[in-house]
């Protein structure tokens, strides 16, 4: 029943009833926590609650993440977690951000992207909602990796700015035929001439290409869509919640 209702969500993963029916399904079936993340992270989409109650919710989500999280992540946990202490289980990585959207990994703000990680963000079941992709340092070689282990199929929103990523890596992704159904793409601040803007701006129009003079940037803001785990003092240093 549990697949059943996770193929659902997958296929439909805006519809918010098939969310709450996984939730209640946990529930009855043993997996209390589950269900209180799914909960807390829809509650935590209403823009209207107020500071007080939104800062209990968040207080909750880390608690439930410290204790499960390193469970719910599966393989993704070898590349953004910290190893366990007596004091914490759930720690990320410096400059390692988890996107967290109903329970699920939606995205992921990274340093690098390599193969083996790539693996993962496509094989492994726990990220079957992954869309979104936020590399902090991009070179050329993330652009093959997109490419050549079909990662573009699988986003909807890449951020790639302020990196070394050349007319070579622009060409690549240009050649990827999925592209085309990205919703966003930002590839400012790199060193992109006209050569490689040509082909991407001619697949994907909405390419977001200001500054080609790459700048050293720390890069804090996530989508407003996605849930992300916030810093805390109890370990998660540089580092939100997914």
């Not at 890449?158 to 050349?166: F, K, M, Q, T």
Request: with cysteine; charged share 35%; glycine share 6%.
């Amino acid at each position: 029943m549990r697949d059943k209702l996770e193929k659902k969500i997958v296929d439909k993963p805006d519809d918010l009833s098939r969310f709450e029916a996984l939730a209640e399904w946990l529930e009855t079936n043993g997996d209390e926590p589950r269900a209180e993340l799914i909960r807390l992270q829809i509650a935590m989409e209403n823009s209207r609650l107020d500071r007080e109650k939104r800062f209990e919710l968040e207080l909750q989500e880390r608690r439930l993440l410290e204790a499960h999280g390193r469970e719910w992540i599966g393989e993704l946990g070898e590349f953004v977690l910290l190893k366990p202490t007596d004091e914490q289980n759930y720690r990320l990585k410096h400059g390692v951000k988890v996107l967290w959207y109903r329970g699920w990994v939606r995205g992921l703000q990274l340093d690098e992207l390599t193969l083996r990680l790539s693996k993962v963000l496509l094989q492994a079941p726990e990220m079957r909602l992954f869309n979104t992709l936020i590399l902090t340092e991009p070179v050329n070689a993330s652009c093959d990796y997109l490419h050549e282990w079909g990662l573009l199929e699988k986003l909807k929103h890449i951020d790639l700015s302020y990196g070394r990523i050349s007319d070579k890596g622009a060409q690549t992704l240009a050649a990827d035929r999925n592209i085309k159904k990205l919703d966003t793409l930002d590839l400012s601040g790199n060193q992109i001439t006209e050569e490689g803007l040509a082909p991407i701006l001619k697949s994907f129009p909405k390419v977001q290409v200001d500054d080609q003079s790459p700048i050293e940037v720390s890069r804090d803001d996530v989508p407003a869509v996605e849930r992300s785990d916030d810093d805390d003092d109890s370990g998660n240093d540089s580092d939100e919640e997914e």
